[in-house]
């Protein structure tokens, strides 16, 4: 049995829209069908198993000229397995995307989704995760330290070349393309490996650390996103940022099968599924696509960040994308990314379980620190050591220059 | 340049928040950034070319703590082509996907694209559109009526061969698979094409007429949605149901490349992204990606429809699909279908421009004939005509009696 979770609000019965949501997204019409025995219904019918009453909203969260109350509940529907089965392509028609096309409903949004023991194997998952990346970075015992090569799009790879170089000798972990650089005619993807990847195998031959350079590959065509995939294979590069929702399941599932690289995903275009609480889905359901897929990192903004998600929201993305579906290994490396310095370090800490198996990027954050971006990353590791040995960061920066120079700069709410 | 239209709203300044789309989808981030130039600004800078103020709104799309008023705009925004380039990957990234994360607004939705002479010929687009749909089914002077073979899911192979066999007897031109069913272990696509194929031939053999049957190949592994397509066409069938949505442009690009069928797109999922008037996107701009990645024909839903999407939005779906973006070959073949029968046929064809180039598709309204499908289908065709010689149905009905019965079943909203 395959389990979905629906917050519904109609003002009409919540009874009645669960049962049609269970009907129409397996054997129902718009009228009695002779072939609709019992039988048939037994082998693949949906069937709502609870429901559970939420107060009425006072409006209704999509315009609608009824009058209210607007009721809500949570809803279970169960589908069989076999109406379904493994295809997650399948699996997102049956039992979200039709839903959302019901007549009578003014909100629904998936909040869960419980996939049975069938799915166990049935999906790659991530091919490097979160031992991967560390074991590629050779970073243990803290968080990766990354940033993003800004301004987002306009440099030339000659440009980005000597930006890159700055932030390799600043000591960052990783570094990133912009996920709206892929390869445009100012800076090809082909240009932008040659004129990288010989400085980071060059720092690696030098200090032993080889800096992981997610690159963008991200194409709607996936051969043409395996061309980009093989050169940067081939150039050296271990790591690639996917667009996921721009490529889509078609484009990562083909990407995942012959993949080399570790696949950073950047999940944007997903905001407007889950930004109005009553509409769309959690992430917390939609990640899971993606993690069965084979996403290895997985970007979901930070605390304090600059978008629209609130720090909550960040948070129960956090735990989303580091709990096992079927197992340990099916968990993505958080990327905890926007608007981060140092400064978001000992509430990110706090509360996401004090651990420290996280990416943590910082694009102006450490590029813009006023002593340089070497400076911006010891100043991040720093905030980290604090938050990890639970000094405050003010009291840590009277013995650590970089951080104090970083909170004059960012501090107080600048960086928001 | 690519130009976007936005319709806004926020409790802040229209003008802020337009510059910040502009910014933060092209060179900008949270700080200053050295490497931000005048000389990259010219090269990438997306800008703000025009502000359309529209009525403030009562109270926020997305629910906020903000005091209103929040204000209202379409703003266009105007993205260097070179910053973005043809592929369609970037595109949504960079001009739509991206801009949905941004804070301080409580509505989004691109209700415009326009796209410049450089995306002319960039994609394949459809290869056999409606041109193509007429010469395969030979049907020239009216629309081509088509049905959906229900219950949705359960039957097994065999149960569904007795059914199309009824339908092809009973004189249908286009049968589809149910978008939800693909290839579930009770009815394995391979089962379905062998047990249903030879019905098609085996009808083109006596009678002339090959019934176009659209399998449901959709996979979320675009190898396995080609080994689904291979095994449709090899048997001899020329059409496919593909789940747009739920395979991506990488699924779609990888199949369009390679296809030899008539890609029949449902778009199950998409009403998340428009339900809601103040997020998302209009279908018009939707649609532009999926026709230019190959779209046949188009699913669009139709008058009276039984979901949620009022009778205005199919019209102007209708209008989108038929409207050249660089040709007319571009165009889709609008597909009517949801909840309908005859009765819709009038006010289909006055609305829509007085065209009969569509498929009109029909599930229970066919199959739930009282007389069964054959008169099912000759009420539809009926219907059609009447309503193409501007005669009202009920008249036509007194010598039409198929149609008469029909609208004793169906008519006074009993469909809906």
């Not at 769309?280 to 605390?303: A, C, E, P, S, Y």
Request: glycine share 10%; with cysteine.
């Amino acid at each position: 049995m395959i389990t979905l979770t629906y917050r519904i609000e109609t003002p009409g019965s919540i009874e009645t829209l669960a049962a049609k949501i269970a009907s129409d997204q397996s054997t129902g019409t718009f009228v009695a069908l002779p072939g609709e025995t019992e039988e048939l219904k037994a082998r693949v019918a949906a069937r709502v198993l609870a429901i559970r009453h939420l107060p009425d909203a006072e409006r209704p969260s999509i315009p609608d000229d009824s009058n209210g109350p607007f009721r809500r509940a949570d809803v279970d529907i169960g589908f069989p397995f076999d109406a379904i089965g493994t295809d997650l392509s399948a699996l997102m028609t049956i039992a979200i995307g039709g839903t959302y096309s019901i007549k009578g409903l003014t909100g629904i949004r998936v909040v869960d989704m419980k996939l049975p023991e069938d799915f166990r194997g049935a999906h790659p998952g991530p091919q490097f995760g979160v031992a991967g990346s560390r074991r590629l970075t050779g970073v243990t015992d803290r968080p990766i330290i990354g940033t993003i090569v800004k301004p987002a799009l306009g440099l030339r790879p000659h440009e980005t070349a000597a930006m890159v170089a700055e932030l390799i000798a600043a000591g960052v972990d990783f570094i990133k393309d912009d996920e709206k650089l892929m390869s445009p005619a100012y800076s090809p993807l082909s240009e932008r490996v040659k004129a990288i990847m010989p400085l980071i195998l060059d720092h690696e031959q030098k200090t032993g650390k080889k800096v992981m350079y997610a690159f963008g590959i991200s194409h709607a065509d996936p051969d043409e996103m395996m061309r980009n995939h093989d050169m940067v294979a081939k150039a050296g590069g271990n790591c690639a940022v996917v667009n996921i929702n721009s490529i889509g399941f078609g484009g990562m599932t083909f990407l995942r099968k012959r993949s080399r690289l570790v696949l950073h995903a950047h999940r944007n275009g997903w905001d407007i599924l889950t930004r109005h609480p009553s509409l769309g889905m959690d992430f917390k359901v939609w990640q899971q696509f993606w993690r069965l897929l084979g996403v290895d990192q997985f970007q979901i903004n930070g605390i304090a960040s600059k978008y629209w998600e609130p720090d909550d929201s960040f948070v129960e993305s956090f735990k989303a994308v580091t709990t096992p579906i079927f197992s340990p290994k099916d968990c993505a490396l958080p990327v905890a990314g926007s608007g981060q310095w140092g400064g978001q370090a000992p509430e990110t800490y706090a509360r996401t379980g004090r651990t420290v198996d996280l990416l943590y990027l910082c694009g102006g954050g450490i590029v813009s620190h006023p002593d340089g971006p070497g400076a911006g990353v010891r100043a991040v590791q720093q905030a980290w050591q604090a938050a990890v040995d639970g000094i405050p960061l003010a009291d840590f920066a009277l013995s650590h220059p970089e951080l104090a120079r970083s909170i004059e700069k960012f501090g107080d709410g600048k960086a928001a």
